[in-house]
């Protein structure tokens, strides 16, 4: 079974600066994908970005990175000039194509971003 | 294109009741999802439809029942209503044809059994 574990529950930082959201996972596939997705206030599941695990280039989407360290099941999300809006849950999620394409969530970090 | 829709948005149930959530999405997508999210908690699957006309059980079935009820359509049933069961229930479908398999998720339904 796929487990995803994200050890911090509750995240601030101050506008513009940078923040650094962690998530391991534990999984025995080769091929799978993970995901950062953002739940703002308004409830719904925004994708934010996406990491195919056949692929070592860590994978950007304007002010989103990630850190993917295959060996060590390590996947973490960099925010870069944070913004108000960044305000929300993050979730890292684990998918696997071979158990119908679910995803196995993480237990959420809330990110507060301060004025 | 309206994505994935749910209904209703919200709801209150008396214990023992029972009700049907419904969820359609116009994207074509093959395999479709319920998940619940507890306060405090991450997303846990409840049911999937992989394909039209297949159903299996995800991490927390019980007490739940689904239906795929064409390609568009995919619905879920509580019997019996128990305080347990409330939470946020939240219908996905992915987008696997292009490789991509991002999940788009519903606007979510708040469901309260007292």
């Known amino acids: 079974a796929q487990t995803v574990t994200q050890s911090q529950p509750e995240m601030s930082v101050q506008e513009a600066e940078t923040v650094t959201l962690s998530c391991t996972y534990d999984?025995?596939?080769?091929?799978?994908?993970l995901f950062w997705y953002k739940q703002p206030p308004s409830r719904q599941m925004i994708l934010v970005i996406r990491?195919?695990?056949?692929?070592?280039q860590n994978a950007t989407e304007n002010r989103f990175s990630v850190n993917f360290q295959k060996a060590a099941k390590s996947f973490s999300l960099k925010i870069s000039d944070s913004q108000l809006g960044d305000t929300a849950m993050y979730f890292c999620?684990?998918?696997?194509?071979?158990?119908?394409?679910?995803?196995?969530f993480g237990e959420g970090t809330q990110l507060t971003v301060n004025p | 294109n309206a994505g994935v829709t749910q209904t209703p948005k919200f709801q209150v149930l008396k214990t023992g009741q029972s009700m049907t959530l419904q969820c359609a999405q116009d994207?074509?997508?093959?395999?479709m999802y319920w998940y619940r999210q507890d306060p405090g908690m991450g997303l846990r699957l409840i049911y999937y439809?992989?394909?039209?006309?297949?159903?299996d059980k995800g991490e927390v079935p019980n007490g739940y029942n689904v239906s795929r009820l064409n390609k568009r359509e995919f619905s879920l049933r509580l019997e019996s209503a128990a305080p347990s069961q409330t939470s946020v229930y939240f219908c996905?479908?992915?987008?696997?044809?292009?490789?991509?398999?991002?999940?788009?998720f519903g606007p979510g339904t708040r469901l309260t059994v007292t």
């Open positions: 999620a684990f998918m696997t194509a071979r158990y119908g394409s679910r995803l196995t």
């Open positions: 999984t025995s596939e080769n091929n799978y994908y």
């Open positions: 990491q195919e695990a056949y692929k070592q």
């Open positions: 994207m074509n997508h093959n395999s």
């Open positions: 439809s992989a394909s039209e006309g297949t159903t």
């Open positions: 996905a479908s992915v987008s696997s044809g292009d490789g991509s398999y991002e999940q788009y």
